[in-house]
């Protein structure tokens, strides 16, 4: 069927599937360069308006990545798409906004508990060290400590699977942390004792995985999450609860 007789959004649809399906068959990985734009329009047999849209379409799923001047790569593939759209629904209404950081909360202390014998045999002396100078660094910010205290806390988090050497783990364990982190200022959840709480339970991580105890470490990342449970569960009391 020509272009002319195919509906825009259907066209592009296609000329999207069919670059994904040209990356697989070929076996690129991320940093591969495509084709040009023209080469593609050979291989696809599709307009250059077509494949220009398309591409637009997989940039910003980062599947491929455009490097103006140079042309056009697979991309890394990361999840900032998700990231997102988590935190636009997340922003919509107060009953999304809830809904949302309770789910992330319980996929981030999953991640966390269910992986607990691998985490705390797999850490090494210089992971430990590093994540013990990470909980100094939420420290000297002090509660209250703004991007500081945050940016030690997620680099805490991503170093913490980091052992398990799974990628995917890393990645949704890093899209998640981003949501929640950008969520929870505008629920207003958090307080400065709860930031103090936070130190104090961060060092217990460090600690029980260097004493290698699986259980104390799961009882430190539950009790890390326990204080925005209650937060959570107190101000949607206040908003009157879900689905009101």
């Known amino acids: 069927m ?3 007789r195919r509906g825009r959004g259907t066209l ?7 670059i994904k399906r040209y990356i697989l068959d070929k076996r690129m990985r991320p940093g591969d360069p495509l084709p040009t734009e023209a080469e593609l329009c050979i291989a696809l047999g599709a307009s250059r308006s077509s494949v220009r849209e398309a591409v637009k379409t997989l940039a910003a799923l980062d599947i491929v990545e455009v490097r103006h001047g140079h042309g056009t790569y697979v991309g890394r593939l990361s999840l900032s798409a998700l990231v997102e759209s988590m935190t636009f629904r997340g922003m919509l209404s107060p009953d999304d906004d809830f809904r949302v950081y309770a789910d992330l909360v319980d996929v981030r202390e999953l991640f966390e508990r269910g992986n607990a014998d691998r985490i705390v045999g797999s850490l090494s002396p210089r992971h430990l060290e590093t994540l013990d100078s990470l909980v100094d660094e939420m420290d000297r910010q002090g509660a209250g ?5 945050v940016a030690s806390d997620r680099a805490f988090h991503a170093l913490l699977v980091e052992p398990l050497g799974n990628e995917l783990v890393s990645q949704l364990t890093l899209a998640f942390w981003d949501v929640y982190s950008i969520v929870s200022p505008h629920l207003n959840l958090m307080t400065i004792e709860d930031e103090r709480v936070t130190v104090d339970v961060h060092r217990r991580i460090v600690q029980a ?3 290698g105890d699986p259980a104390a470490f799961v009882a430190a990342v539950a009790d890390h999450y326990a204080p925005v449970r209650r937060r959570l569960a107190e101000a949607r009391a206040r908003s009157g609860g879900e689905g009101s």
């Open 145 to 149: 400590g703004g991007d500081g205290f």
């Open 12 to 18: 592009r649809k296609e000329v999207v599937e069919e």
């Open 2 to 4: 020509s272009e002319a």
């Open 209 to 211: 995985a260097r004493a």
